[in-house]
């Protein structure tokens, strides 16, 4: 009687088994989170290359790749710096592509370098081992965004040329693109190639024009959102000269405008707009407020050349002024206090 009962339960112990068995091969696997795809558009200085590095060291981005604007630098001059500072990020997978080199209007401003003739702080740094591809950066966002519709984040850190053709040259296609995240324009704030007007937006308003006026979602980041929190300081630079690679790579690379702030404004530190911009993108939680506006941008020649006026949606003004788009969604807060700690963090935990 024992022996049956032995049996009764082996036989009971080899069902439960095999039932477990077969429920653990029928569950459906829980879905990978994928890498958000993101285009960067940069005219490769100091900044840009701090950003493209932050980009370049977070495994929640896939860069699919980096179009080069003319702006800080030359289009060669940048490319070179984009390439380099993928490259000190051990991400020369990361293919790079040759965009405008004129503005929309075919008018070039030559305008001062504050990081140096190279855009990186004159430092002997740029010497990169790859070269840009031969497609056109035009061609190449056109066609990612084909193969993805309403999946990639492009992030603009100069001149809005090659957006603003593309825009142009297939609006259909670009009206796919996920977000287009902005490093551009004052904010509600003043100007830093006049009064009024912000540098990437000063060198080709017309292309900034062809942007918002196209009703993309576009979320911008002007100057105004900095805060003296994400400011750093000569002490902080010189201990990043003393880092790692990538530390030193940053740290020289906007060792000239560093100069340029103490000598020429008498202040000892600096902020580096692009890569606040690309916080913005990657870290949650940066962003703190936003405000929906419609842009209009001013293209005529004159004082205000350059100059982005911000209409704030549901704001009453006491001259009646309403809009049928307001796509432009305006960082106004962030959380600068985490911008510093994560920065740093960043360089000196990826560059061991």
Not at 93 to 121: C, H, R
Not at 300 to 312: A, F, K, M, R, S
Request: aromatic share 8%; proline share 5%.
């Amino acid at each position: 009687m024992k022996k049956r009962n032995y049996l009764i339960i082996l036989l009971v112990l080899l069902l439960t088994l095999s039932g477990c068995q077969a429920a653990l091969q029928n569950t459906t696997p829980l879905p990978e989170i994928q890498p958000r795809k993101v285009i960067i558009d940069t005219d490769t200085a100091g900044d840009d290359a701090a950003a493209i590095i932050m980009a370049a060291l977070s495994p929640e981005i896939d860069i699919l790749g980096v179009t080069v604007v003319s702006g800080n630098v030359s289009l060669e001059q940048g490319a070179k710096n984009a390439l380099m500072s993928l490259e000190v990020a051990e991400r020369t997978d990361v293919p790079v592509y040759l965009g405008a080199q004129e503005s929309m209007a075919g008018i070039e401003y030559e305008l001062f370098s504050v990081y140096g003739k190279d855009g990186m702080g004159d430092a002997d740094l740029i010497h990169p081992t790859s070269t840009p591809e031969s497609m056109a950066a035009v061609d190449f966002i056109l066609q990612s965004v084909a193969e993805a519709p309403g999946e990639i984040d492009l992030i603009t850190l100069g001149p809005m040329t090659n957006i603003a053709r593309a825009i142009q040259q297939d609006p259909n296609t670009m009206s796919q693109v996920k977000n287009i995240w902005v490093m551009g324009a004052s904010g509600f704030g003043p100007g830093n190639a006049s009064p009024v007007a912000e540098f990437n937006v000063f060198k080709d308003p017309d292309a900034f024009k062809v942007l918002v006026d196209s009703g993309l979602s576009v979320t911008l980041v002007g100057l105004d959102v900095i805060t003296e929190t994400a400011h750093i300081s000569r002490s902080e630079q010189e201990a990043m000269m003393k880092g790692n690679e990538l530390e030193q790579f940053i740290g020289a690379a906007i060792n000239k405008l560093m100069e340029f702030e103490r000598d020429k404004r008498g202040e000892d530190t600096v902020v580096l707009p692009d890569a606040l911009a690309m916080a913005c993108m990657l870290w949650d939680g940066y962003i703190q407020k936003t405000v929906s506006c419609h842009a209009s941008v001013i293209v005529e020649p004159g004082e205000t050349y350059g100059q982005v006026i911000l209409y704030q949606e549901g704001f009453t003004y006491e001259s009646p002024v309403t809009f049928d788009n307001y796509n432009i969604s305006v960082v106004t807060e962030t959380n600068d206090n985490m911008f510093k700690p994560w920065f740093f963090d960043t360089l000196k935990n990826q560059g061991q």
